[in-house]
């Protein structure tokens, strides 16, 4: 059996404006450019591991609507398993209006819709090598969550959560005591967060921090031209996991995470990655970070 992950979130249609800054009440401002894309932290972790060579299945819901079906178009094309994405018969496809303003930060406005009725029963887990977990689903559907992450810890399949950027995370403390094999989040998220096993922290254009039984490791980041934030840290999920399923080291998995993450930030998206911009990323690293990332990188992808 191979490396096979279950993506556990949301899945949206991300409208995209490019702006220098927003209106003011009862005002207007021109975008230069709009684009409407693929989103959500499940689907967009989903696409860097289908990217990567990983095989990826999502467990999602969208609405019987236009966006729905273009959610499991994308979703499909990219090669991710959509037999586990929900239909609702009553809400509509999530959607983010997504504000990206100078530097390539982004803000969003999100309209969750059927996200918000998720369910995980009745679900063969029995092929997986990996459950991934997004802190949205975990505060909004905390039964759910628990009785899906009870069955993986049954059955002794690891798992992961990214946590969310909410004021007060009130359910996702409790997740902890189920055991996660790594917490992703950034350092204002995970303040406070006991428990839980390894920790990635995402310091953005710092790279990134790894925190297990080593100790701490800090691994610097690349310096790229940021033109659109949006995704970035699922990018940085989707690399270090990838990396961690074929065994690398957590110096490692924490070089492809940063990878990931400065390529999206750098505007792209999977499956529209150029080699180039890969080899350029790899060429600054010491020879043998980039030989060790390299092979893992091509090798896995090849397959």
């Given at each position: 059996?191979?490396?096979?992950?279950?993506?556990?979130?949301?899945?949206?249609?991300?409208?995209?404006?490019?702006?220098?800054?927003?209106?003011?009440?009862?005002?207007?401002?021109?975008?230069?450019?709009?684009?409407?894309?693929?989103?959500?932290?499940?689907?967009?972790?989903?696409?860097?591991?289908?990217?990567?060579?990983?095989?990826?299945?999502?467990?999602?819901?969208?609405?019987?609507?236009?966006?729905?079906?273009?959610?499991?178009?994308?979703?499909?094309?990219?090669g991710?398993?959509?037999?586990s994405?929900?239909?609702?018969?009553?809400?509509?496809?999530?959607?983010?209006?997504?504000?990206?303003?100078?530097?390539?930060?982004?803000?969003?406005?999100?309209?969750?819709?059927?996200?918000?009725?998720?369910?995980?029963?009745?679900?063969?887990?029995?092929?997986?090598?990996?459950?991934?977990?997004?802190?949205?689903?975990?505060?909004?559907?905390?039964?759910?969550?628990?009785?899906?992450?009870?069955?993986?810890?049954?059955k002794?399949?690891?798992?992961?959560?990214?946590?969310?950027?909410?004021?007060?995370?009130?359910?996702?403390?409790?997740?902890l005591?189920?055991?996660?094999?790594?917490?992703?989040?950034?350092?204002d998220?995970?303040?406070?967060?006991?428990?839980?096993?390894?920790?990635?922290?995402?310091?953005?254009?710092?790279?990134?921090?790894?925190?297990?039984?080593?100790?701490?490791?800090?691994?610097?980041?690349?310096?790229?031209?940021?033109?659109?934030?949006?995704?970035?840290?699922?990018?940085?999920?989707?690399?270090?996991?990838?990396?961690?399923?074929?065994?690398?080291?957590?110096?490692?998995?924490?070089?492809?995470?940063?990878?990931?993450?400065?390529?999206?930030?750098?505007?792209?998206?999977?499956?529209?990655?150029?080699?180039?911009?890969?080899?350029?990323?790899?060429g600054?690293?010491?020879?043998?970070?980039?030989?060790?990332?390299g092979t893992?990188?091509?090798?896995?992808?090849?397959?």
């Amino acid at each position: 059996m191979g490396n096979r992950i279950l993506v556990v979130g949301d899945v949206n249609v991300d409208v995209v404006l490019g702006i220098g800054a927003l209106p003011s009440p009862g005002g207007e401002v021109e975008a230069p450019r709009a684009e409407v894309r693929l989103g959500g932290g499940a689907a967009n972790v989903a696409l860097w591991l289908s990217w990567l060579g990983i095989e990826v299945r999502v467990l999602a819901r969208v609405g019987f609507d236009p966006f729905g079906d273009f959610v499991l178009k994308s979703l499909f094309e990219a090669g991710v398993d959509i037999d586990s994405v929900q239909r609702d018969p009553g809400l509509p496809t999530g959607i983010v209006v997504v504000f990206v303003g100078e530097g390539g930060e982004r803000s969003m406005i999100s309209v969750p819709g059927a996200n918000a009725h998720l369910e995980a029963r009745y679900l063969d887990l029995s092929y997986l090598s990996w459950i991934h977990v997004s802190g949205y689903f975990a505060e909004r559907k905390p039964e759910a969550a628990a009785e899906l992450l009870s069955q993986a810890l049954a059955k002794g399949i690891p798992w992961s959560l990214d946590t969310v950027p909410f004021k007060a995370l009130v359910h996702i403390p409790r997740f902890l005591g189920l055991r996660p094999a790594i917490l992703f989040g950034t350092e204002d998220e995970l303040r406070g967060l006991e428990g839980g096993g390894e920790r990635f922290v995402k310091l953005g254009k710092r790279g990134c921090l790894y925190i297990g039984e080593r100790g701490e490791l800090h691994v610097p980041g690349f310096e790229v031209e940021a033109r659109d934030t949006t995704g970035a840290g699922d990018a940085f999920c989707a690399g270090v996991l990838a990396a961690r399923l074929e065994g690398a080291p957590p110096e490692v998995q924490g070089l492809l995470g940063n990878l990931c993450g400065a390529l999206r930030a750098s505007g792209y998206v999977p499956p529209d990655i150029p080699v180039r911009a890969v080899e350029e990323l790899l060429g600054r690293l010491s020879g043998d970070d980039a030989e060790r990332l390299g092979t893992l990188l091509w090798g896995r992808r090849s397959r």
